[in-house]
């Protein structure tokens, strides 16, 4: 079956260093989402990528969803402390009804 | 628009009970998705259902079962419990579900499931 893996799984930064969490299916995709859960909360969602080489930014995070749609990377620029959290890329499949396949995130902790 | 809805918050089991939780989609989301969330393991996919019909399911045992109602409210059941069925369930909605196509999932606040 589809297996989506996130690398890294826990990452550690100062305040205002950058960060980078990369996706990897390992089928082809007909779009990736980007979700972030905080501390004691539930996944939010964050963006979707539909098209191959697909870049959206969201003030200081840069989405990139790869030429071959089977993988994605989420930057963030300068963190912040309230950049803590969990974040989780999504995959789903190609065909109508494919599941939502979740990496097993990276863990993102910023230090003041 | 309300949120998706969750209960019981937190439910405190033993070994060999059974367990049902339930979940309120955002009004108008047809789509009912189940994830078990374990640390170090992610959000497992349970099961998925559309208009009462179950889409797809994830690889769990039978022990794991769901269904959806006419409302779109959705219920999932865990029979026999084991120590191992610790964890927060979650469950998300979304408009549609199909790929490609309305289908950012919307995610409730969960269930904490303890299984003493």
């Known amino acids: 079956g589809q297996q989506v893996m996130q690398i890294p799984q826990y990452q550690h930064v100062q305040e205002g260093e950058d960060f980078t969490t990369y996706c990897n299916s390992s089928t082809t995709l007909s779009n990736i989402q980007w979700y972030k859960q905080r501390p004691g909360g539930h996944p939010v969602f964050l963006i979707q990528?539909?098209?191959?080489?697909e870049v959206k930014k969201q003030k200081r995070l840069t989405f990139q969803f790869g030429e071959a749609k089977k993988n994605s990377s989420l930057h963030i620029t300068a963190t912040q402390t309230t950049d803590v959290g969990t974040y989780f890329c999504a995959g789903r499949g190609s065909s109508g009804y494919s599941t939502l396949t979740f990496g097993k995130g990276t863990m993102l902790l910023v230090s003041p | 628009k309300a949120g998706v809805t969750q209960t019981p918050r937190y439910l405190i089991k033993t070994r060999g009970q059974q367990v049902t939780l339930s979940c309120s989609p955002i009004s108008g989301h047809r789509s009912v998705s189940w994830y078990q969330q374990t640390p170090g393991q992610g959000l497992q996919f349970l099961f998925e259902y559309f208009s009462e019909t179950q889409r797809n399911k994830g690889n769990f045992p039978g022990r794991f079962s769901g269904r959806q109602f006419s409302n779109s409210r959705s219920e999932m059941n865990v029979s026999t419990l084991e120590l191992g069925d610790s964890a927060l369930y979650l469950c998300a909605s979304s408009l549609a579900g199909i790929a490609g196509v309305n289908n950012e999932q919307f995610f409730g606040p969960g269930t904490r499931l303890t299984v003493l």
């Open positions: 990528l539909v098209k191959s080489g």
